[in-house]
């Protein structure tokens, strides 16, 4: 079982609409950290976080810890096709990052 | 500032050839090094880690292995490849409490 599920696996959409994307977990967590992949290339960090409860906004994008620490969200506002790619959810635990099953976004113009 | 290499880029080895991937790190000292392995679109599983020269941790039992000879120095090999290693492969470093950062990937494709 994974540690960290991510929903929904894939999810397309119009530019201009809003969506929501979500990690869930069974475990409690200190941090809760969201990349984005591009094909061919290496995940890039968006942000972290890290007190329950806590919201981060990055532009269009805010980011949601559940106030239990178990569960985090994406939200993404008026899409734009360059917000297309794979999005990671992933925790640190003991010396390494485990990463949840991503959520594959694309934004159709 | 940090920075992380990976090559080479893109790979198309034969069945049963032998592997090896380098990840090297500037700018930091005594860096956690990771080797993940990615499928189509999914996400990320962890290989090996490791958390100083000669220390290697490894995650799931497979055909690959790892070492690291320098500090900031991670090599991923295979003595003979399967078609089932083909992937998409990252290293990454990170510091103690520092989210890792990651290499471009090495596309790797056994035919």
């Known amino acids: 079982t994974q540690l960290l599920e991510q929903s929904p696996q894939f999810l397309s959409i119009q530019e201009g609409e809003n969506l929501t994307v979500y990690c869930n977990s069974s475990s409690v967590f200190s941090s809760l950290q969201w990349y984005r992949q591009e094909p061919g290339e290496g995940p890039v960090l968006l942000v972290t976080?890290?007190?329950?409860?806590e919201v981060k906004k990055l532009k269009r994008l805010t980011f949601q810890f559940g106030d239990a620490r178990k569960d985090s969200s994406l939200h993404i506002t008026a899409a734009q096709p360059g917000d297309t790619g794979l999005y990671l959810c992933a925790i640190q635990g003991a010396q390494k990052l485990v990463f949840g099953q991503g959520t594959r976004l694309t934004i159709n113009p | 500032s940090q920075t992380i290499h990976q090559w080479p880029a893109t790979l198309v080895q034969p069945v049963g050839s032998p592997l090896s991937l380098e990840c090297t790190v500037e700018?930091?000292?005594?860096?956690?090094l990771y080797w993940y392995r990615q499928a189509a679109g999914r996400g990320l599983q962890l290989l090996f880690y490791?958390?100083?020269?000669?220390?290697i941790s490894s995650e799931v039992p497979q055909n690959l292995s790892a070492s690291r000879p320098q500090d900031r120095q991670f090599i991923l090999s295979s003595k003979k490849l399967l078609l089932s290693d083909s992937g998409f492969y990252l290293c990454?470093?990170?510091?103690?409490?520092?989210?890792?950062?990651f290499g471009q990937g090495t596309r790797l494709t056994v035919v």
């Open positions: 990454a470093w990170s510091e103690w409490g520092i989210t890792p950062f």
């Open positions: 700018g930091t000292s005594n860096p956690n």
């Open positions: 976080v890290v007190t329950g409860g």
């Open positions: 490791s958390v100083g020269i000669g220390q």
